[in-house]
């Protein structure tokens, strides 16, 4: 038996290989071999029994964590201007954030730092926006590999209506694009996404070439929908010829032709969630964010209801935190909000909301955020150290979630591989 391919890591061992329900085995063996997950094991069987156990104690090993919406080059803009609504705090603020990454230094430094958090976060798989700058994104591309985590990654697409900073010529936007399609669609972990940033800031050329880039190198496709009412009217004004914003995207086969996630899909017709449901296409629920940009709240149990599979994601520097366990908890609180006025939606539980945070939101890269059989091992290992010991795994998981931070993470792997 090759040894080098095979992780063995024992303690309590949770994770939610269905939505409502946590998974518990106390004092357990995971397994995996070649970075898949093998198995769950009370006794270790006879034939690993000579291989090195990495023995986190009692501790708990979870799934990493998933964020399926993040911009990068908002890192170093956390916490700045949040009393302004989406389009005023993209004016005011992000546009020319953005357009520092035309220098590789500052996109290098903003962009480590940006890894070295996801990595202590116990953030193993991301769904990321970069900029427009196809240097810079080459860039992000290569710290996230040697940093070893996992993520889609897009150049932003944005040439029209945004300040001529940062506003790219249509065939050039194509053409970067498709070299950095080139340069990293056989990479393991860092693969390339269709990133049109939005509807507005799209002509119909550029939409048009997305959609057959998408076909062309069978490649996922993400974007911004339905987040703020303004942004709303702004896609009615500038695409009369679709009565709905999302049949923008559809026309030019980027809603579900390939796989899609669409952050925020906050104001939706009942309708309309249905067509994401049958399309497949992936809600990205962002509740930092949009509490932040004052943006709604996304109807998560009606989604759930019409069969929609919801990821969740930080969404900085809208929100202002890259630690998933947060973002879990804001969706179960404005899951409450919500069920106040709409007695027929209850509340997310916090096995369903840690569902999004993993296997949910992982299913966009494959067999991703369970331990069960197949599964990639994303893993990270929870201290218990600072908790109270009489606490059950169940609570434990609850006190980390709701109090802990990544202070108390003391492992995290991706795909068998240590970071
Ligand atoms: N939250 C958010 N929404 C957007 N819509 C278009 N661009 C953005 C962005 O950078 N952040």
Request: aromatic share 10%; net charge negative; glycine share 8%.
């Amino acid at each position: 038996m090759e040894k080098k391919y095979i992780l063995i890591l024992k303690g309590t061992i949770l994770f939610t290989p269905t939505a409502g329900k946590f998974e518990i085995h106390p004092d357990s063996y995971l397994i995996a071999q070649g970075g898949l997950i093998c198995g769950i094991y009370k006794d270790l069987p006879e034939k690993y029994k000579d291989l090195t156990i990495e023995d986190y104690g009692n501790s708990l090993i979870i799934p990493g964590f998933v964020d399926l919406h993040t911009h990068a080059p908002q890192f170093n803009q956390i916490g700045l201007g949040l009393d302004y609504k989406l389009l005023d705090w993209l004016n005011h603020y992000t546009f020319q954030e953005e357009n520092k990454f035309r220098q590789i230094e500052y996109a290098q430094k903003v962009y480590e730092k940006f890894a070295d958090t996801l990595v202590s976060s116990g953030t193993t798989r991301s769904a990321i926006f970069a900029t427009i700058h196809p240097k810079s994104c080459q860039i992000l591309f290569e710290i996230l590999k040697k940093k070893g985590l996992g993520a889609y990654l897009g150049k932003v697409n944005m040439d029209t209506k945004c300040p001529d900073f940062i506003k790219e010529n249509t065939q050039q936007s194509l053409a970067n694009t498709e070299e950095l399609i080139l340069a990293w669609s056989d990479s393991e972990l860092v693969k390339p996404i269709i990133t049109p940033r939005f509807a507005p800031t799209s002509t119909r050329k550029l939409l048009e070439g997305l959609g057959k880039l998408a076909l062309k190198y069978n490649l996922p496709v993400q974007s911004h929908l339905a987040e703020n009412p303004g942004e709303i009217e702004w896609v009615q004004a500038l695409f009369p010829e679709h009565d709905a914003y999302y049949k923008v995207y559809d026309h030019y086969n980027l809603f579900g032709q390939t796989p899609t996630l669409m952050a925020h899909c906050i104001h939706l017709t009942d309708d309309e969630i249905d067509i994401l449901a049958t399309k497949k296409v992936v809600p990205v629920h962002c509740p930092d964010s949009n509490l932040n940009l004052t943006s709604g709240i996304m109807p998560t149990r009606k989604m759930l209801k019409a069969g929609v599979n919801i990821g969740l994601g930080s969404d900085i520097g809208a929100g202002h935190s890259l630690f998933m366990p947060q973002i879990i908890v804001r969706a179960i609180q404005l899951s409450k909000i919500y069920s106040l006025q709409h007695e027929e939606d209850a509340p997310l539980t916090l096995p369903e909301a840690f569902y999004m945070a993993t296997k949910g939101g992982g299913s966009f890269f494959g067999k991703v955020g369970s331990f069960e059989p197949g599964y990639a091992a994303d893993a990270i290992v929870i201290k218990n150290e600072n908790l109270p010991s009489e606490l059950s795994p169940l609570e434990e998981i609850q006190r980390f979630i709701y109090t802990g931070s990544a202070q108390n993470i003391a492992a995290r792997y991706t795909a068998g591989k240590k970071l």
